[in-house]
């Protein structure tokens, strides 16, 4: 370093140790109290030291939010809308960069605007396109024909329901954008005097040359996918289909019953486990993802 | 979009860009249109079709005083949230950047955080914030009723902060770190050179070199605090928009009033000043890129 410091970096040290007491000591509560019985998990004051409980807790707690079933729909619906974001925005991506057409202008803002238009304010709306996803084209046929048709198609209570809603990304397609404007012409023309076409460019230089793009992608969407909270409540009403975050009301102690907490905050941490990990294990790439999708 | 665009074709980017459009068409476009049409039309109590009403839901929504308290919440929300989570990261991005030794394992573990569902560190914290257990049982034994977020509005809307900022605050630790990262070492160098120490080097020239991000993150986060995803997770399952409407944000009240209390038309006239909200938010963020490309 430039300059010795040392009362400075005591003050670094201790700023450094608030930080982890304040973001880390959460987990380290749920953890304590996870792995404590009943009596253990209400006593005042809180004891911090883990004991030998967890296993049973989370087994207890994995029984009573049924979250066999809850973790693989929440895995399969992560894995659906992580995949259609990571393929759909590549594909828009690539119209709007590489093509000589005013169609891209528009796709652009088709894309942006969705930015402004978050689930949470056309939640019923939205909801009601998924009851019954052929209403808008059964009405543009019985204007343009005169016809009125009654397909129907209903996505309550399906894997379709749970994802295609939120598979378009406005981040995504910029993420791929940016990428995108930052290789040079150059690579695009020699790829077309070399006599490759726009699609056989796509899968064969540019594919290949997101990889970075697609993983950081793919570790920011699957830990979103994973915490969907508002959508799945909505969608389903079939205990199959029910998600991990649908779990969480059934993992509350029970009003006026045993103040179970010990079972709650280990269903709670087999919840977070997941994408915990995901954002462990591939840091580098989720902090790239985040860091260069927002700009 | 400055690119030289190399392929001639008007189909094939139409093909490609198609699923992603016919999915945005169908699930952001198509209710982005219902919700203006229901703003504006009032569907008669017994049945029959909606009548234009014009501006008389916004009427009865602005003439509700449990409409301005949902206002007057997620303002505070936002703004305590954006000011908490900001404080912590600058801070916490200032002291990691000194690079200190075991300074890499601290910043790998405060973004851990982030990871967490809102609903799911929300429903954590009713425990480790509540008032009979966790950790404020032992003040509340002392001080009987000091905390109570069960019983009073005030407490349980600290509660739902105290989530956000502790879920967002890993958040804008990285881009502040970024941040930090690309002032130029030769500036720093030079302060230390005449004698100024870590903290007015921090003070006069790390913080105003960070501006852009400081000015990006207070955008970004003021748009969560407002609509996020997260908050409406957050407020659901930490406080039930309670108690007595103490943390009734806005999303929560319109998904409430639309799902609960069935009323399509005002949820709508709702979200209608709540999409005003958003694009004045972006309209502030890209104007500000813009810039930044600009002086690049």
């Known amino acids: 370093m430039i300059q010795r410091t040392p009362y400075a970096d005591a003050f670094t040290y201790v700023l450094m140790a608030l930080g982890f007491l304040l973001l880390l000591g959460p987990f380290a509560v749920i953890v304590a109290g996870a792995s404590q019985t009943v009596q253990q998990v209400n006593a005042v004051p809180f004891n911090f030291l883990p004991q030998n409980q967890l296993i049973v807790n989370m087994t207890a707690a994995w029984q009573r939010a049924d979250l066999g079933t809850a973790m693989l729909n929440s895995f399969i619906m992560a894995s659906i809308v992580t995949f259609g974001k990571v393929a759909l925005s590549a594909l828009t991506a690539f119209s709007i960069v590489f093509f000589r057409t005013p169609l891209k202008h528009f796709f652009f803002w088709i894309v942006f605007i969705t930015l402004m238009l978050p689930l949470e304010v056309r939640v019923v709306p939205t909801y009601a396109v998924a009851a019954d996803l052929f209403e808008p084209i059964r009405l543009l046929i019985a204007w343009v024909t005169g016809i009125t048709v009654s397909i129907e198609w209903n996505l309550l209570n399906s894997y379709a329901g749970l994802t295609l809603p939120l598979v378009a990304t406005a981040t995504g397609t910029f993420l791929y954008r940016q990428f995108f404007m930052t290789l040079p012409d150059e690579l695009a023309e020699a790829a077309r005097m070399d006599g490759s076409g726009p699609i056989r460019f796509f899968f064969d230089v540019l594919l290949p040359l997101s990889r970075t793009n697609m993983l950081a992608l793919t570790t920011i969407m699957f830990v979103f996918g994973w915490n969907q909270y508002l959508w799945p409540l909505l969608m389903i009403t079939d205990p199959a289909y029910k998600t991990t975050m649908m779990s969480l009301v059934a993992l509350l102690p029970a009003e006026n019953g045993t103040p179970d907490w010990n079972v709650t905050l280990a269903g709670s941490l087999i919840i977070m486990l997941p994408p915990l990990l995901v954002v462990a294990v591939l840091q580098r790439w989720f902090v790239r993802g985040l860091v260069s999708s927002e700009k | 979009m400055d690119k030289r665009a190399v392929f001639r074709s008007w189909w094939l980017p139409t093909a490609f860009a198609l699923p992603q459009l016919a999915l945005i068409a169908l699930f952001f476009y198509w209710p982005a249109v219902a919700v203006v049409r229901w703003a504006f039309t009032l569907e008669p109590p017994f049945g029959g079709s909606a009548e234009f009403v014009g501006l008389a839901n916004f009427r009865d929504?602005?003439?509700?005083?449990?409409?301005?308290?949902?206002?007057?919440?997620?303002?505070?929300?936002?703004?305590?949230?954006?000011?908490?989570?900001?404080?912590?990261?600058?801070?916490?991005?200032?002291?990691?950047?000194?690079?200190?030794?075991?300074?890499?394992?601290?910043?790998?573990?405060?973004?851990?955080?982030?990871?967490?569902?809102?609903?799911?560190?929300?429903m954590a914290f009713r425990f480790i914030l509540s008032p009979e257990r966790g950790l404020m049982a032992s003040v509340n034994s002392v001080f009987p009723d000091f905390w109570n977020p069960a019983k009073y509005g005030s407490h349980a809307l600290i509660l739902v902060i105290v989530v956000f900022a502790w879920k967002w605050a890993g958040y804008t630790f990285i881009f502040l770190l970024a941040g930090l990262q690309s002032v130029p070492k030769s500036l720093t160098e030079a302060a230390a050179m005449d004698g100024s120490g870590p903290i007015r080097r921090a003070i006069d020239i790390q913080i105003p070199m960070l501006a852009p991000t400081l000015f990006f993150l207070t955008v970004i986060m003021m748009t969560e605090g407002f609509v996020g995803a997260d908050t409406y997770g957050i407020v659901a399952r930490t406080t039930d928009g309670g108690p007595n409407h103490g943390t009734d944000v806005m999303v929560y009240r319109i998904v409430e009033e639309a799902f609960r209390g069935l009323n399509y038309s005002g949820a709508s006239a709702q979200s209608i000043v709540l999409i005003g909200l958003i694009m004045i938010f972006t309209f502030i963020q890209f104007r500000f890129v813009e810039r930044r490309v600009h002086y690049k």
């Open chain 2, 61 to 122: 929504v602005f003439a509700d005083p449990l409409y301005w308290n949902s206002v007057v919440v997620s303002l505070t929300f936002a703004l305590a949230g954006t000011l908490s989570t900001i404080f912590i990261g600058l801070v916490l991005a200032l002291a990691v950047d000194r690079q200190l030794p075991g300074s890499g394992a601290v910043r790998f573990l405060y973004i851990l955080p982030y990871a967490i569902a809102g609903p799911a560190a929300g």
